[in-house]
């Protein structure tokens, strides 16, 4: 069985990949099917993005598509970046800019109780001729650190301390994120919706 993974981010496919290592699946991603365009993220909520991604891509190659949609919720800021994690400081931004802002914005504000965020992952399976047949999220609970800490991961994990630990998700080892994030715990739904019939043996 082939499902294609409505990204072209390498890490996030090797991820998956490593996942499901145990299930018969043959992973694809948009690297294998470079006819898909850019697809616009004009959805109102994680999930609504997530969705438009999977239809779209199950639509034209009519396979079965799983994609999914993250960011950081931060709630000294109303929930921003949200949705807009990604492109957070405007055009051009990076994932070093985007931190930047976001410890700006945070400044003012020096009690560590009061920098309270979280990342949340939004899931979802498409297939073209049933529609949406699964959906699941994930949320990793913590603060934003003063300061940027460690070199793994990405996006804003120098930036967030994970609750229960005193240390960045950058500084924590891939096994240990992934046993704690927000997208390791979708995957582990998807996971157990795959192994209780989705995938038959
Ligand atoms: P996407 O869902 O891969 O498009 O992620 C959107 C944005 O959310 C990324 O560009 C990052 O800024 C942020 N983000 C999502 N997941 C993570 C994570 O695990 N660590 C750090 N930042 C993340």
Known sequence: MEIVIATKNKGKVKEINHFFK????????????????EIIENGNTFEENAIIKAKTTSEILNKPVIADDSGLQVD???????????????????????????LGELESVKEP??????????????????G?????????EGTIGFKEKGEGGFGYDSIFIPSGFKKTMAQLTDDEK?????????????HDFFITGYIKK
């Open 113 to 130: 109780l009061k920098r309270t965020a979280r990342f949340v992952c939004s899931m979802v399976l498409w297939e073209s001729k049933k």
């Open 76 to 102: 000294y800021l109303n929930g921003r970046p949200g949705i807009y994690s990604s492109r957070y400081s405007g055009i051009g931004a990076t994932d070093k800019s985007n931190r930047l802002k976001l």
């Open 132 to 140: 949406l047949v699964f959906k699941t999220y994930g949320i990793c």
């Open 22 to 37: 145990n299930i018969d699946i043959n992973f694809k991603s948009l690297n294998d099917y470079p006819q898909i365009p």
């Open 178 to 190: 992934n046993s704690i994030s927000h997208r390791g715990k979708a995957l582990l739904n998807l």
